[in-house]
């Protein structure tokens, strides 16, 4: 069965340094990526997604991901993180020709610390 | 423009009880979803509606029922409330069920089943 795994559920950074958000998938076929993000007391946001093409994607506030498919893994990186960046961040997955259903992650929670 | 609505907002049930939860979309989407989001889990599918006058299972149905009310409403309904459906319950919209299509995402109904 298509499985996504975030491997850590509380990632904490100071402010303004580095982060990555891990990502793995099961899939032997073809697949589409998402990243979402929930800010406190809000639903969920769609940060970035890859469907094909370039394997690094992009948010507008300086998220990025790289589809890596021998790993079978979609990394979540910041170069520096703000106070605002502080939510939950949920990868998911749509295996092809699965009906289009979107599996998720259990979510990694962002914690910046000032 | 208010994208996706739901009430109530918070909800207490006493084992045994019923009730509804509603939600809108003033986006003109055909499709919708319900899910369900419990700690370290991520979100689940209960039920999608692809398009006005269908409805589907998904990964967690038992317990539930939905209805398409119009192309605008998605209600789900709870007959007999039992505390394993304590949980925050969202609801989604997308213009049709395509991954290059984002799923938009109402703020979410906390429910408490006692």
């Known amino acids: 069965a298509q499985s996504v795994t975030q491997l850590d559920s509380q990632v904490p950074v100071f402010e303004e340094a580095p982060v990555e958000l891990r990502c793995n998938y099961s899939?032997?076929?073809?697949?589409?990526l998402f990243w979402y993000v929930q800010y406190p007391n809000q639903g969920l946001q769609l940060l970035l997604k890859?469907?094909?093409?370039s394997t690094l994607v992009e948010s507008i506030n300086g998220f990025e991901a790289e589809f890596n498919k021998s790993q079978t893994s979609f990394h979540l990186r910041k170069p520096s993180v703000h106070i605002s960046d502080t939510a939950e961040y949920f990868c998911?997955?749509?295996?092809?020709?699965?009906?289009?259903?979107?599996?998720w992650g259990a979510g990694t929670k962002l914690i910046i610390k000032p | 423009n208010a994208g996706v609505t739901q009430t109530p907002k918070f909800q207490v049930l006493k084992t045994g009880q019923s009730m509804t939860l509603q939600c809108a979309q003033d986006?003109?989407?055909?499709?919708m979803y319900w899910y369900r989001q419990d700690p370290g889990m991520g979100l689940r599918l209960i039920y999608y509606?692809?398009?006005?006058?269908?409805?589907d299972k998904g990964e967690v149905p038992n317990g539930y029922n939905v209805s398409r009310l119009n192309k605008r409403e998605f209600s789900l309904r709870l007959e007999s409330a039992a505390p394993s459906q304590t949980s925050v319950y969202f609801c989604?919209?997308?213009?049709?069920?395509?991954?290059?299509?984002?799923?938009?995402f109402g703020p979410g109904t906390r429910l408490t089943v006692l």
């Open positions: 998911a997955v749509i295996r092809g020709g699965s009906n289009y259903q979107l599996i």
């Open positions: 899939s032997s076929v073809s697949v589409y």
């Open positions: 989604a919209a997308q213009l049709d069920r395509n991954p290059y299509n984002e799923q938009f």
């Open positions: 890859y469907l094909s093409g």
């Open positions: 509606s692809a398009s006005e006058g269908t409805t």
């Open positions: 986006m003109n989407h055909n499709s």
